[in-house]
């Protein structure tokens, strides 16, 4: 104990070679009474992937300087998201400003994945033609 052994097999071990007849279970709560513990009160909590999203997926002009300063931290951690938060935002202004004739587009400057580069969907062009126009939708 005095060597800093806070391992309770390797002490419980030691003590029963110099003779003591108590249990493991003796042994290990007495260690816990000396291992440090964290203080949970001022330990800050890992950020779930549902924040981290919820800033993403948000207008940033409804996310807190906070949670701007936590989301840039993070990203500066990982570019990889860095470059779907750059998609997800240019994807809402789209749709935000309604310029779906951009989505096509939009869709070319994916990133190749697993599968190849990224191919534009059928249902792109069947999205962009302004509503009520009866020659684009037969």
Not at 50 to 63: E, F, K, L, M, S
Not at 93 to 117: F, Q
Request: glycine residues 8%.
């Amino acid at each position: 104990m005095d060597s800093g052994c806070l391992k309770a097999s390797l002490l419980h071990r030691e003590v029963t070679a110099q003779g003591f007849t108590g249990g493991y279970g003796i042994v290990r709560a007495f260690i816990e009474q000396h291992r440090a513990r964290p203080d949970l009160r001022i330990m800050q909590r890992p950020l779930s992937p549902r924040q981290v999203t919820g800033w993403i997926c948000r207008h940033p002009d409804n996310v807190s300087e906070k949670d701007t300063a936590s989301l840039r931290a993070v990203l500066e951690r990982c570019p990889e998201l860095r470059t779907a938060v750059d998609l997800v935002r240019s994807f809402g202004e789209i749709m935000t400003r309604r310029n779906g004739h951009l989505l096509a587009d939009w869709i070319h400057t994916l990133p190749a994945g697993r599968d190849g580069p990224a191919a534009s969907p059928p249902a792109v062009n069947g999205a962009t033609p302004p509503h009520g126009d009866a020659e684009s939708s037969a």
